[in-house]
Each structure stands twice: as C-alpha cells, then as structure tokens.
T-cell receptor
C-alpha cells in the first residue's frame, strides 16, 4: 500500500514568510508525528497526534510553529514568520497506534533565505 | 525527558566482518527500542526493533540485544556487505501519559563497509 507522503518535497522561502508543510499518513494509522532532522543528526521530535487530538507539542521550538490534523488524517505543520534557523528537513511519521512502529515520509526540505 | 547516547559516530569495517553499534538511554520507563537505517537522501527505514519484555531479537544478519538493568541496547550486523553502508539510528520510546509516546533518537552512526 501507499506509504507516508509529504508535500512539497522542497520549499524555498524568504525570511518572514509563512510556510505550510503537509503530511498524508498511511491510511488507517491513528498516530502521526512531526520531526525535524538537521543534516547528519537524528530526527528531533516536534509534535504528536492521536486521531485529531494533539497529544504532545512539547517539541515545538516556539510559538511560530503550530500543527493541526482536523479530520484525523492529513496534517499540516505551519511555520509563521520563518527565520533562517528554521531551515532543515521536516519529516512526518505515522503508526497504527501510539507506541508502535513509526513509518517515515520522504520529508520536506525547507530553505529559508 | 529521555536521553539517548549512541556510539560510535563513525564505523568502518571490511566486507564480511561484523559491526556493533551501542546505545544507552536514561528513562527506565522506555519500553520500545527501534533501529532505523538511513541511506543518503532517503527516509529512515526501520530494520529491527525490540520491546522491553525480551532481551534479544534476530532477523537474518541483524540482531539487537537489550539490557534493561544497565539501560543499554546494541545492534549487531554480521557478514557485512557494501549495501549495509548507511547511517544507523537507535531510538527509545517512552510513554508520556494520556496515551502519548515520544521517540527519542540517538545522533546516528555512519557505517562504511569496505569491499
């Protein structure tokens, strides 16, 4: 079946602009996770949903970052007033339920100029 | 919160030799430990995982061991092949209440298998 998909795959934006990153999880997966991965590092947890409920947002760096999953399927990670330090690979993962195997998407590489 | 340390950061082995990567974790409540392989430009792919109720798991050339008392777990790859070259990440999953689970990753090990 189809795996986790993300769009766009690449995003170049100017400092100060808002960006919205989309994640489409594996069909039927209850849990959805957002991570940020710097080059040469492991994924760093940002936030986590069960269905449409945001269970944990402790990893969001500041209030410019927000995420939603209104219908319990597709999720959007929004970064407002982007800064150069926001440049990174943003990855989404989903699992059947919380605590189970997480399957990663291809990521969105964000570059803030 | 959970802290995962991974060693070594780089590892070079001759084709056919074994490779061992070690990780330690800090949260005794962590109960799920996956290993991911990430090739250059690709997404992390799960290669093996282990839960806290077992001490060892094997899948062909790959095995993982877990020592809960010492809070460390290891990945063993035998008969390495050039296609095993990649970055490997360990991770630990700790329950955070209200059905929430957080996966904390190590910093990765770049494995190079020399033909």
């Amino acid at each position: 079946g189809a795996g986790v998909s993300q769009s766009p795959r690449y995003k170049v934006t100017k400092r100060g602009q808002d960006v919205a990153l989309r994640c489409d999880p594996i069909s039927g997966h209850v849990s959805l996770y957002w991570y940020r991965q710097a080059l040469g590092q492991g994924p760093e947890f940002l936030t986590y949903f069960n269905y449409e409920a945001q269970q944990d947002k402790s990893g969001l760096p500041n209030d410019r970052f927000s995420a939603e999953r209104p219908e319990g399927s597709i999720s959007t990670l929004t970064i407002q007033r982007t800064e150069q330090r926001d440049s990174a690979m943003y990855r989404c993962a989903s699992s059947l339920v919380g605590g189970e195997t997480q399957y990663f998407g291809p990521g969105t590489r964000l570059l803030v100029l | 919160g959970e802290n995962v340390e991974q060693h070594p950061s780089t590892l070079s082995v001759q084709e056919g030799d074994s490779a061992v990567i070690k990780c330690t974790y800090s949260d005794s409540a962590s109960n799920y430990f996956p290993w991911y392989k990430q090739e250059l430009g690709k997404r992390p792919q799960l290669i093996i995982d282990i839960r806290s109720n077992v001490g060892e798991k094997k899948d062909q050339r790959i095995a993982v061991t877990l020592n809960k008392t010492a809070k460390h777990f290891s990945l063993h790859i035998t008969e390495t092949q050039p296609e095993d070259s990649a970055v490997y990440f360990c991770a630990a999953s700790s329950p955070r209440g209200a059905g929430s689970y957080q996966l904390t990753f190590g910093k990765g090990t770049k494995l190079s298998v020399i033909p």
